[in-house]
């Protein structure tokens, strides 16, 4: 039995580029959400020209995305 070392390091490559950006994908998703809090600091409301569907939206695609990719990874997988 032989090992093809080059192939084996370009899978572990891409799993782990896979990976990194679903992370930062559910990252920036929950950062877009974040806008939705109403933090406020006594009777201001912090950033008072944000748009709450803009963060919402973001969310939205960031998210999408990163459930296309994993689908994706199990497609490749299972077939």
């Known amino acids: 039995m032989q090992i093809d ?3 084996l390091a370009v899978v572990a ?3 782990g580029a896979a990976a990194v950006i679903v992370v930062l994908l559910v990252a920036f998703a929950l950062v877009g959400l974040s806008t939705r809090a109403g933090r406020r600091v006594g ?3 912090i950033a008072p020209g944000t748009r709450l569907g803009g963060g ?3 969310a939205v695609l960031c998210v999408l995305a990163a459930g296309l990719i ?3 990874c199990l497609y490749l997988l299972i077939d």
């Open 43 to 45: 009777d201001e409301v």
């Open 5 to 7: 070392w080059p192939t």
């Open 56 to 58: 919402t939206a973001v």
């Open 13 to 15: 490559i891409v799993a």
């Open 70 to 72: 994993v689908c994706y």
